[in-house]
């Protein structure tokens, strides 16, 4: 009998081995097995396309094979071949952005309890970098996420139980030349994708192309041993989400197959895309032309003008909108508020497009309103950052965003209305009111208090990375206000930040940053530094116009400092009436800032403290290193000129230091 059972059981060992589906293969998904596992917005359309999201904003879609395949020998543990195929195509909402883009996957789990935008419907931000996750995905992402390390906003990258790509391309394709040729994954057009795994090189090569025909070159190989991530059964599948910037995201047709090389597809004979907005109203221009009875084509073109002129002025209804704070203002309240957007209205401009004073006409508050100018890239961007993420902020000393606005290609957004405007008109050029060292030193503390919130007092570390005088407004009281966050970065406590883009205002920009590309706490430190000596000196960091020895505002500080005479940097708008204790101490502290090394400044809470008057400034302090820079901290008395030689001069070389109008924009060449 015991003989009998253990037959019955290796047979059915056997069987169920032998009978384990290795590969799968569709030309399009009208026949597919309707016990597809299909998540979040994920669907199949009539005419066989699998659309995993559609273009409204902060969605995520899934589509998994329900049945898990064999990834692994169980007997050495090592992970097997596979190799897959499928045609993909990206439709955004916004041709020149996209967002947010979309994955293959193998996954321990055919459900995945993700969330969308930036982690495409993969992960959340609680097993994010997880080892557990037991996820490989090759992500196909049109937006450029600094957080996470993207390179480009249209690239292909490798990543493991985590979003951040272990390795990435630019998309591109080889021609049979070896030519290599950029491709844009939001064109709308389809795209063909091949994914090999060689486990007996550990190797795994991305190709793409916008035809059925594989390039001998793929866009990405990545050396990976996948015996350590992959369980024994691994699911495959799609994933793709959409953040404030939405697409549609298809996948037209889909092969995979372990041990072997899937097999191929044509995208000709694949599910159609559909007919694109231009297409259809290609076709109603046609229908008008040809139509015989004029007083209906003229009756039919006033009725479509009032159907466009009602739908642009309609605004766009997202779900997701209590999840984000700030509160959603109709576009039409806006224009009313600021007089059609009159150019009497406007308070200044920049980069991302204009800011109007307005009055809200239900509640007579006065507003400041930000319109986005639909060319500028990085305005948008901004946009997107300052909602989703600084727009839940809440403190006296930051200025507040109230809302915001989208009507199609318009982005607005609305804030406190700070009557007094920048604190750079009252200290440069012909200010229009000379503040008084009571003010200014209060001004100082404000702005301190707000840094240190951003980088302390929030659930995530909050990086400015463009501290200077421009941005910080001042209300009717003249109370002190961090503003302007469009370039702001968040990250968790403890963690380090992934930043690598090169953002900020020349003369405010910590020496560290070209060489690291990492903006940090510290590097605000060092532009608050600048803000310091700026408002103690009445003058801008760097002075083109001025001579070789006075041009650098941190130079002069320094050697009038150690000469003893550091009354002759103070403000001379001030005509001598100020405590001089107060004035010495910000200028010393604007040293410290200042420091070469970032190691060797204080920390905004240290700073906080300097200048409540809880603590001195150190009388000696042998400082902390600045990863091999020097900086000693600051020294009184003759043990200061210590202090002062352990900078390299203002970042800059005195022998080689040449300016233009260049020093007016911020390094990354956009106008702020």
């Known amino acids: 009998m015991a003989n009998s059972l253990s037959f019955i059981f290796f047979t059915f060992l056997f069987v169920h081995a032998s009978s384990q589906q290795n590969e799968l293969y569709y030309p399009g998904f009208k026949n597919l097995d309707p016990n597809i596992t299909l998540t979040g917005n994920a669907q199949i359309q009539k005419n066989g396309l699998l659309r995993l999201t559609n273009e409204t904003s902060r969605l995520l879609g899934q589509a998994f094979y329900p049945t898990p395949f064999q990834f692994k020998n169980s007997t050495t543990n090592k992970s097997f071949s596979f190799s897959t195929s499928f045609a993909l195509a990206i439709v955004p909402e916004y041709p020149k952005l996209g967002g947010h883009g979309l994955a293959f996957a193998i996954s321990a789990s055919k459900v995945l309890y993700a969330l969308p935008s930036q982690y495409l419907g ?28 993207d390179i480009n906003d249209n690239h292909v990258g490798v990543d493991i139980n985590s979003l951040r790509s272990n390795a990435s391309a630019v998309a591109a394709y080889y021609t049979e030349s070896s030519s290599k040729v950029d491709l844009n994954l939001k064109s709308g057009k389809p795209i063909q994708v091949w994914i090999d795994y060689d486990s ?30 992959v369980q024994d059964y691994m699911y495959v599948g799609f994933s793709a989400s959409t953040g404030l910037l939405a697409s549609s995201h298809y996948i037209l047709g889909w092969s995979f197959k372990m041990n072997g090389e899937a097999k191929p597809l044509d995208l000709s004979s694949l599910p159609s895309l559909p007919a694109t907005s231009r297409n259809k109203h290609s076709g109603l221009t046609i229908l008008i032309i040809v139509s015989s009875v004029i007083f209906a084509a003229i009756a039919l073109s006033f009725a479509v003008v009032y159907v466009v002129k009602k739908i642009r002025n309609a605004d766009v209804i997202e779900d997701w909108e209590l999840e984000i704070g700030p509160h959603r203002y109709s576009y039409q309240e806006l224009k009313q508020a600021t007089g059609n957007f009159s150019e009497k209205q406007v308070l200044g401009h920049g980069g991302f497009g204009k800011v109007y004073k307005g009055i809200l006409p239900d509640t007579k508050l006065q507003v400041a309103v930000k319109r986005i100018s639909n060319e500028s890239k990085q305005g948008i961007r901004e946009f997107v950052s300052e909602i989703a993420s600084i727009g839940r902020l809440r403190h006296r000393n930051l200025v507040q965003l ?7 290609e318009d982005f607005l957004l609305v804030y406190e209305y700070m009557a007094n405007a920048s604190l750079d008109r009252f200290l440069f050029d012909q200010p229009k009111m000379i503040l008084n060292w009571d003010q200014r030193f209060k001004i100082i503390k404000d702005i301190a208090s707000g840094l240190l919130y951003l980088h302390e007092g929030y659930e995530q570390v909050v990086i400015h990375r463009d501290i200077k005088a421009s941005n910080v407004l001042l209300d009717t009281e003249l109370t002190g206000k961090l503003g302007d966050f469009g370039l702001a970065r968040l990250y968790e406590h403890g963690s380090n930040p992934n930043t690598t883009r090169v953002v900020g205002t020349l003369g405010y920009l910590a020496p560290e940053m070209p060489r690291t590309g990492k903006a940090t706490a510290s590097s605000d430190v060092y532009a608050f530094g600048a803000v310091l ?23 002069r500080v320094w050697e009038m400092v150690r ?5 002759d940097v103070v403000d001379p708008k001030l005509n001598g009436v100020f405590n001089e204790s107060e004035v010495m101490m910000v200028l010393k502290l604007g040293l410290m800032c200042s420091n070469n ?4 400044r204080p920390t905004m809470r240290e700073v906080v403290k300097y200048l409540d008057g809880e603590v001195g400034l150190p009388e000696d302090v042998t400082g902390r290193d600045g990863d091999g820079d020097g900086g000693k901290g600051i020294i009184s008395g003759g043990g200061f000129d210590e202090f002062v030689e352990s900078f390299a001069s203002s970042s800059f070389d005195k022998t080689t230091r040449s300016f233009s109008p260049l020093s007016l924009l911020n390094v990354s060449g956009e106008t702020r």
């Open 563 to 567: 000469q003893g005479k550091a009354g």
């Open 597 to 600: 090394g970032p190691m060797g």
């Open 533 to 555: 000596l700026e408002v103690a000196c009445g003058r801008r960091p760097i002075e083109p116009k001025l001579s070789a020895e006075e041009m650098v505002l941190v130079d």
């Open 122 to 149: 993969l992960l959340n931000a609680t097993d994010f970098g997880n080892w557990t996750n037991h996820l490989l995905a090759v992500e196909f992402d049109t937006v450029q996420d600094f957080e996470f390390g």
């Open 200 to 229: 007996t090189q550990n190797l795994l090569n991305v190709t793409i192309s916008p035809t059925s025909k594989k390039p001998r070159l793929p866009i990405l190989s990545y050396s990976v041993n996948l015996s350590p991530i």
């Open 402 to 408: 109230l809302g915001w606005c989208r009507r199609k």
